[in-house]
């Protein structure tokens, strides 16, 4: 958990952008997306997948993965005991930087 706290003060100048502002460079996508990796596995390939209780995101079309992060954020915290920590962590981003993690996710190739 003190871990996971200090990635997420690390992240919080990259998430806290003025509105308006453009879109996140490939490389801020990158960083942010290592804000997923201690759950959904690296480059979005969950430990377990197929069987696991952490969904992979590798390879998942964008908008699929866009609008479940819309609804995960949407969420109250706690709202659902399968995505604990999900609407918590996604507080911190905005929605282009959330359509660009999307878009990353979903060019990755399937393993």
Known sequence: MK??????????????RPAGE???????????????VTCHGPRGQAPGAGGGSIP???????GVLWQRMQALKAMKTGATARATIM????????????QALARWFAGQEQP
């Open 3 to 16: 871990l996971l706290l200090i990635g997420m003060a690390m992240l919080l100048p990259l998430a806290a």
């Open 22 to 36: 453009p879109a996140p460079s490939a490389q801020e996508v990158a960083v942010l997306a290592g804000n997923c």
């Open 56 to 62: 992979s995101l590798r390879g998942r079309p964008a």
């Open 87 to 98: 609407p918590l962590l996604l507080q911190g981003y905005d929605d282009a930087q959330l």
